[in-house]
Each structure stands twice: as structure tokens, then as C-alpha cells.
């Protein structure tokens, strides 16, 4: 403390000690510098680190994500669980350091490549930056963020405006990591849209943004149309209200068939989006506590988009982070994988991408890397035809060393069968301990048309070798596709109508309306 009196002059002496830091030194298996992410875990009595606020790349809570491999981190001496990931393609390296005063520890090993994703790259169409009101994480951190975790393809989607990222990315050197294009997302109070292609305006409003509607339909179509119309133009429903947008519009409580139309204007729809993993559910709603401790109905749009399926809708499902922040609300959650003729981010095509991610061809996932194809090589979003009312199924599901799964279900029209459920305690034959957990081909006996769906599942683990103390953490391991549709008598795929064992969800639905539904559901 410096007491200054007025008149007077104070002098002030002080020593700082030498700063105690981790020396980064993080390759691939070619010995490439490669982004990543590094934890510092206080262990035996350490106190947390705390690196800086939660939007930044470089120092955020107790971890630090790189641009490349050869970084320095300066914390307080300690003892640490550092561990090095980047994304869920990649092994981890994980090491018990003790940091004395003034020290630097050399942290070196190599990052490789176990899951064998050729021909597929890593997507996410939702993510912000600064250039988004609600934001505060600045756009280089996004782009670290981002590669850090191994996201190859990521559209520009910055609140009501049209912005491009990839100047940033040229500035930091990812340009051989990452790809993108210009675009934004369409926000208001109901519906939030993304959309790109677009070529951002300067000096003008908004970049030459178009204005939000209220009806999600006039947005769809104004995005589509502007700037002129663009045939491999992306549109997609962000975080969406399923019974609002596709069940109740009038809030009345009472089914009138959502935005009529809808449906037909958009090419997808964000089934995850957030830490759920919850395409098992098994109903449309949970009850739920609200900020203030009141019960409520919370739906389960994951369940809801099944229901819809066999209403005939064929939006694709996408998994998005919808990310504002790089700890906690980061990207690397949830991605997409579709096919790409380069496994080169710098040379994504973003229409091949795109017309891939409308037919559906496309897999989610949190950690596993599942792959799945009937006997004729149909893969998802494709329509194959049963032979003698069967369907064969051939599920291939990759994990790296730090993540796992004990549960493959199948769905049929979006229903579990029992004997298509097959778990790691059941049957310990099928799954594997290495990167393969599980390689088998299913048989499916079918009595209609219908569409299918593998779910990979971790039910008794979760990412936390990946991200942590951050909210991710807590996700359990979970892959599941776009619906292979089946033409069982020679006549197409015909949706079925089934809702599932409960009524269409709609608005104002009580909390004893919904566990009387769900009592009823359980008895049948």
C-alpha cells in the first residue's frame, strides 16, 4: 500500500518474482504444430486457476485454447492435471505437473489422429462473435475456439448482420484449419434464422442485412431471395420452438398444423443445439423447474422432430453450439458430419457441403463417429428399397481414447424396439474396447415403410477428459444420423402418422396434463 499526501511524493518499491508458466510444444503425427486445447486442473490442495474471463481464447476460466502448438501459459505454482485435446478425432495427452516458483515446465507430446473420418469433415452452421449484440467473445477467439476443437467448416452467422470471418482467418494462419462463408443469422422475438451464402455491404445498414418478420415463413423466403436467388443457399431454423413453429402457432392450445407451409421453405432444423442428448427420451416433454422454482412443461424437441418425421416432414436434423462464449457456451459439443470430395478445410466446398446438408447426408454427434449404410451402400438422407421386409443395417461406430459407448438403438419411425437395442452389458460380444466400439451388421424386419435412425450412446459416461470443469462436461457420448427412409412395397416412403404414444404437444399444456400423458404412456 502507497499512501500519496498532497505536495508529496511517494515511492514505491517493489519485486516482482519470476513467473512460473508451462511451455507448450503439441504436434500431429506428420510433427505439425497443431491448434489445441489445454486444461489446467488444480489438484491436492492447488487453488483453481482462474486464466482470465470465460470469452476468451487465450486464457478462459482454467483452460487456454492455441491457434497452434508451441504457446506458453503463465499460472501460479501448483499442482495441476493438464490435459491437451484437439477435438474428438484426436487422442488426449494428459500429465500430473508440479510447477514450482519461477519455474517453466516443458510440456511436449504428439496429438494423433485416431478416428479415421476420410471423406467426411466436421461442420457447425451456428456460432457468434463480437460482431453479434449479445456476444462478447472476439472474433479471433471464436476462430481459436473453433479450430482448437477441430471444426473444419463454419459459416459466418453473426446476429443481423452479414459478416465474413475469413479475413480474421488469413490474419491468424488458419486458413489451412478452418473454412467459411459470409452469412448471418436473422434474430427477432419468435423464430431465429440462419442463412448463407451472402456478400456483406460495407457503409451500409447492417452490412445490406434484410429485416426480421414475426411469421418465420416471410423471414425463410426473404433470405432465400435476398441478394438475388442463389440455388445452393442454406436456410435453417435456429434453436426451434417444434410446436409453435410446426404444431400450435396461435398459441391456443389446440393443434392447427404450426406455420402451414414452413416446413417446405426451409432446409433444416437445430435438433441439438445446448448439452442435451436426448433423441432417446422416449416423450415429447419433462417437467421441469423454471428460474423461479415453478414447475413447468419443457418440451424435448428431439422427440418432437421424430413425431414430425412421421407427420411427412423431411427438414434435416442439425447439431450446432450456438456458441457466445469459448468456456461453458464453446464450440466442439456438438458438430455435423458430412461428405467432402478434399478432407482439406482449405479446400471445403461450401455448395458441396451445403447440398449434402439438405439431402440429409449427414451425421451428429458429441463425441462418437458413427457410420452407417444398408447392404447396397445407401447411407443417410437416401430411400432404399426392403428386400423380403428387411432391411440390413451396417453400423461402424469410432471413439478416441477418451471417449466411449455402451448402447447402439436402431429406431423404426422413430420407436425403440427392444430387440433392436443392443448394450454393451447385454451384449458384451459386440462392443470393443479399442477405437472400433462396435462394427456389426443389423438386421431390420419391417411391416411398412419407414425411416431409420442408429443411436450410438454413452448411457454411463460423459466428455469430461475434453472439456472439463465447462458445463460440455456433464454430455454424455452421443451419434445419431439423418433418417434412411425405406420403400417397402415398391410404392416410395409413405410417413406412417405415428405420434408416438402421445398427442402432438401444443402451447399452454398444464403440468398435470403432461404427467397424466406420461402416465398413460408408461402403462400401455
Known amino acids: 500500500m502507497v499512501e500519496v499526501r498532497p505536495g508529496a511524493s511517494a515511492k514505491l518499491d517493489a519485486a516482482m518474482a519470476i513467473a512460473s508458466a508451462i511451455h507448450f510444444q503439441i504436434t500431429d503425427d506428420a510433427g505439425r504444430s497443431v491448434p489445441c486445447k489445454a486444461q489446467f486442473l488444480a489438484v491436492e490442495g492447488t487453488d483453481p486457476v482462474n486464466l482470465g474471463p470465460n470469452n476468451r481464447a487465450h486464457g478462459c476460466v482454467d483452460q487456454y485454447h492455441s491457434e497452434k502448438g508451441d504457446f506458453r501459459v503463465q499460472i501460479p505454482p501448483g499442482k495441476y492435471r493438464v490435459v491437451v485435446t484437439h477435438g474428438i478425432e484426436y487422442s488426449h495427452l494428459e500429465q500430473q505437473v508440479t510447477l514450482a516458483p519461477g519455474a517453466t515446465f516443458d510440456f511436449t507430446g504428439k496429438l494423433s489422429r485416431l ?85 456483406p455491404e460495407p457503409f451500409t445498414q447492417d452490412n445490406g442485412a434484410p429485416v426480421w418478420n414475426p411469421d418465420p415463413r416471410i423471414t425463410a423466403i426473404t433470405l432465400r431471395d435476398w441478394q438475388g436467388a442463389e440455388p445452393d443457399r442454406w436456410v435453417q431454423i435456429n434453436h426451434p420452438d417444434m410446436v409453435k413453429d410446426f404444431i400450435d402457432s396461435r398459441d391456443a392450445g389446440k393443434a392447427d398444423g404450426g406455420f402451414q407451409g414452413l416446413a417446405t421453405v426451409i432446409d433444416g432444423i437445430e435438433t441439438q443445439n445446448g448439452n442435451s442428448t436426448d433423441i432417446l427420451a422416449g416423450q415429447p416433454f419433462r417437467i421441469g423447474k423454471n428460474a423461479q422454482g ?73 463425441g462418437p463417429y458413427l457410420q452407417v449404410t444398408t447392404e447396397d451402400g445407401a447411407g443417410p438422407g437416401e430411400t432404399v428399397r426392403a428386400k423380403d421386409g428387411h432391411v440390413k443395417l451396417k453400423v461402424r461406430v469410432q471413439c478416441t481414447d477418451w471417449i466411449d459407448i455402451d448402447r447402439v438403438q436402431v429406431l423404426v419411425n422413430g420407436r425403440m424396439p427392444p430387440s433392436l437395442n443392443f448394450t454393451r452389458a447385454a451384449n458384451p460380444q459386440m462392443f470393443k474396447a479399442g477405437v472400433v466400439k462396435f462394427e456389426e451388421t443389423i438386421d431390420v424386419p419391417l411391416h411398412e415403410a419407414a425411416h431409420l435412425i442408429v443411436v450410438a450412446l454413452g448411457e454411463h459416461s460423459d466428455i ?39 398427442p402432438l404437444p401444443v402451447a399452454k399444456m398444464t403440468v398435470e396434463e403432461a404427467r397424466r400423458q406420461i402416465a398413460e404412456s408408461t402403462s400401455k
Open 294 to 366: 415453478k414447475e413447468t412443461v419443457q418440451t424435448i424437441r428431439e422427440f418432437i422432430w421424430l413425431q414430425m418425421l412421421n407427420q411427412g416432414h423431411r427438414y434435416a436434423a442439425m447439431a450446432v453450439n450456438d456458441a457466445h462464449q469459448v468456456y461453458n457456451n464453446g464450440v466442439g459439443g456438438w458438430r455435423m458430419y458430412m461428405p467432402s470430395k478434399s478432407d482439406n478445410p482449405a479446400e471445403i466446398d461450401w455448395r458441396e457441403n451445403c447440398r449434402h446438408a439438405k439431402a440429409g447426408h449427414s451425421y451428429l454427434t458429441s
Open 464 to 502: 469430461s477428459i475434453g472439456y472439463g470443469t465447462s458445463s460440455q462436461a456433464t454430455m454424455r457420448p452421443c451419434a445419431y444420423h439423418n433418417p434412411i427412409f425405406v420403400d417397402f412395397d415398391g410404392s416410395g416412403f409413405k410417413p406412417n402418422s405415428d405420434t408416438l404414444g402421445f
Open 115 to 199: 478416428v479415421d473420418t476420410r471423406g467426411w469433415v466436421s461442420a457447425d452452421y451456428h456460432n457468434h462473435s463480437t460482431q453479434s449484440g449479445d456476444n462478447t467473445c472476439g472474433t479471433p477467439d471464436r476462430i481459436i475456439n473453433l479450430v482448437a476443437e477441430n471444426i473444419e467448416f463454419a459459416p459466418t452467422t453473426e446476429h443481423n448482420r452479414l459478416y465474413d470471418w475469413r479475413p480474421v482467418i488469413y490474419q491468424l494462419g488458419l486458413s489451412n484449419e478452418i473454412q467459411t462463408v459470409p452469412g448471418m443469422e436473422l434474430t427477432g422475438a419468435l423464430a431465429h434464422l440462419n442463412a448463407f451464402p451472402f456478400k
